[in-house]
């Protein structure tokens, strides 16, 4: 039996509780962008509790897989006691990247909000979706675009300041590649913040 993609443009109206755990992921991601990182941030929830939190950290520890969602998701597996997080739900600020996918479906994590699109390395829909692959053992359900404009703006003011850098030359945090403002931007006739 082939599956259909299951990404859906924001949450459905009855969906409650999608706008309170994406503004915990916001406050996450705003973390992410006082320490220099790149501002994405991410909440495991799982019967309307915060299981784990979590933002980027790949600049100050050196750890290419310190994104938001592994990060949040080691932090409620460990609250959880296992690595199943059955019936919990990601959410993130930024269309997860094929790793980070990889994560949600070993989790068995039941559904995933994203804020917004990434059409240059968004495993959800965007570039990729493995959501709902029929060749793989789990999928989960996908929302994407809640509080989508929110969370490109707060990308958007960071890549702005990151190429501007203090001689107003190209520079990225901590020495390393300059990061492509557009990698993290909304699909064009999504509202493209670019």
């Known amino acids: 039996m082939e599956r259909k993609a299951m990404v859906h443009d924001k949450a459905a109206e009855g969906e409650v509780g999608h706008d309170l755990f994406m503004s915990a992921a916001l406050d996450e991601a705003r973390r992410a962008g006082e320490k220099e990182e790149v501002p994405v941030g991410a909440v495991v929830v799982c019967d309307g509790e915060i299981l784990g939190r979590g933002h980027n950290l790949r600049e100050g520890t050196g750890d290419p897989t310190s994104h938001a969602e592994i990060v ?18 990601l959410y993130v600020t930024l269309e997860p990247c094929i790793m980070c996918v990889g994560a949600v479906l ?72 300059a990061v492509d403002v557009r990698s993290c931007g909304e699909d064009v006739g999504r509202g493209e913040f670019l």
């Open 72 to 89: 949040a998701i080691r932090e409620a597996a460990a609250r959880r006691g296992g690595w199943r997080l059955t019936g919990a739900t």
């Open 106 to 177: 070993q989790a068995r994590l039941s559904s995933l909000v994203f804020g917004c699109y990434d059409p240059k390395g968004g495993a959800c829909g965007s570039l990729y979706d493995f959501s709902d692959d029929i060749r793989l053992n789990h999928s989960f359900t996908v929302y994407g675009g809640v509080r989508g404009s929110e969370a490109a703006e707060l990308l958007t003011r960071f890549f702005a300041r990151l190429r501007k850098g203090r001689d107003g030359t190209k520079s990225a945090p901590h020495g390393g590649d």
